[in-house]
Structures are given as C-alpha cells and as structure tokens.
C-alpha cells in the first residue's frame, strides 16, 4: 500500500510559539491530504482538505489563521499551528489517497504527530 | 455520506475468528464500505473496503449483504496484535474526507 509519513513524530513547545508539521506522501503523488486531530479517548476530527496549489478548505469550528497549512508539491503538505496553546495539545494525523487495488484509490494514514504545548 | 452503527466494544480469543459487524442502512448505491483500524497511538491504517461483492485480501476479509445494509470485517486468526479500535466508513466519491465515527474497541484476549 502507500506510505505517509510525519515530522516530527512528536513535538512539545512553549506557548506562544508556532510548530510546523510536515506530511509527505512517499510513493506516490497526492493532489489533495488531509489533516485530522485527535484528542485523547476521542475519534479523529477532520480539520482541512489540502489541495496542491490552492488554498487548503477547513471544516467549520476549524480557525484558519492558526492552523495554516500549504500543499506545495504534489507529495508534501504542511500544518504550522500559530502562537499555540495548551488547548492545541492534541495527535494531529494526516492521509492521502493513493492507489490501492483495481485502480480504487482509498486514503493513506501517517503515523501522527504528537503535539504537546506548555 | 450514509452514517454507520458499531457495537463500542467486543472481546475475541486469540486464534479465534473475530466478526465485527457495521450497519450502514442509509448507503446509496454509489458508497463503498471502508475499514480502518487503528492501534494507540498510531494513525489509522487501511484494512478493505468494498462496493457490493464481498472481498478478502490479506489481512481481512469483507461480507456486505445483499441489500448492502450491512456488512462484517472478519479478521479469520486474531492475535494479540490486532487490539485496536476499528472503523467502518461509508464513502462514496474519490477524494472525498472520511468521517469517523466512534467505532469498535477490539481486544484479542490470550
């Protein structure tokens, strides 16, 4: 199957500060990722579908202007939490589709990032 | 896209066949039945999905009734490793997000 990777795999912060998360599909090319978070004991939440060369669209509840994300090349999106929070603490995860059998694309996960602001 | 029923959690032995069953009454003809699974920690990963025929690969296999009103992940030899939450997704259009819901809780007890 396809493979996603994250860096950094986990992360802890000052609050205030911006922490930069990259998400890269490794074998093949992705048009458009997604970003998902995921609080403890809860399900994954889905942030924003990236698109390359366009502006990434963000679920409702979602703040655009701290969590921005670039989908620059066909193979890497990024997620920079802004002046982040203790509330930001979460595991954010990102996925693309890839190819899976019979020309069905289905989505790829990466291994998750754990962010942790104090 | 059509939502989905799981049952929060279910113990299997291990060696043993584990059927974790999803009802998606709402799908439309157009929607494949996705399963994931996912281990603490880690991020989702991918086990089958299918449209309407039942489909086995490697890991899993996938029974999908007849009306398509529900379906079964059977994992045929749990082991311990399998211990995950498992999520059955009902999606239809390529490219489209994934909506999670609670899922199952499996635990493969020795």
């Known amino acids: 199957g396809a493979v996603v990777s994250q860096h950094p795999s986990w992360v802890i912060c000052k609050s205030g500060t911006s922490v930069k998360i990259e998400c890269r599909s490794l074998d093949f090319q992705a048009t458009t990722m997604f970003w998902y978070r995921q609080f403890p004991k809860q399900s994954l939440m889905l942030m924003a579908t990236?698109?390359?060369?366009?502006?990434?669209?963000?679920e409702q509840g979602v703040e655009k202007d701290k969590f921005l994300i670039n989908h620059a090349s066909l193979t890497l999106s990024t997620l920079t939490v802004t002046s982040a929070h203790p509330e930001d603490s979460s595991f954010y995860i990102c996925?693309?589709?890839?190819?899976?059998?019979?020309?069905?694309?289905?989505?790829?996960f990466g291994p998750g990032t754990r962010l942790t602001v104090l | 896209d059509a939502k989905t029923t799981q049952p929060t959690s279910m113990d299997c032995a291990e060696g043993r066949a584990a059927n974790l069953p999803c009802n998606h009454s709402?799908?439309?003809?157009?929607?494949?039945v996705y399963w994931y699974r996912q281990i603490h920690s880690q991020g989702p990963q991918y086990i089958i999905h299918g449209l309407k025929n039942n489909e086995t690969n490697e890991m899993a296999s996938l029974i999908i009734t007849e009306d398509r009103k529900s379906s079964t992940l059977i994992l045929p030899h749990a082991t311990l490793r399998d211990t995950a939450v498992y999520y059955c997704?009902?999606?239809?259009?390529?490219?489209?997000?994934?909506?999670f819901g609670a899922g199952t809780i499996l635990r493969v007890k020795s």
């Open positions: 996925s693309a589709y890839g190819l899976a059998w019979e020309n069905t694309d289905t989505q790829y």
């Open positions: 990236s698109n390359e060369g366009s502006k990434a669209t963000y």
């Open positions: 997704i009902v999606n239809g259009e390529y490219g489209n997000k994934l909506v």
């Open positions: 709402t799908i439309s003809g157009n929607e494949y």
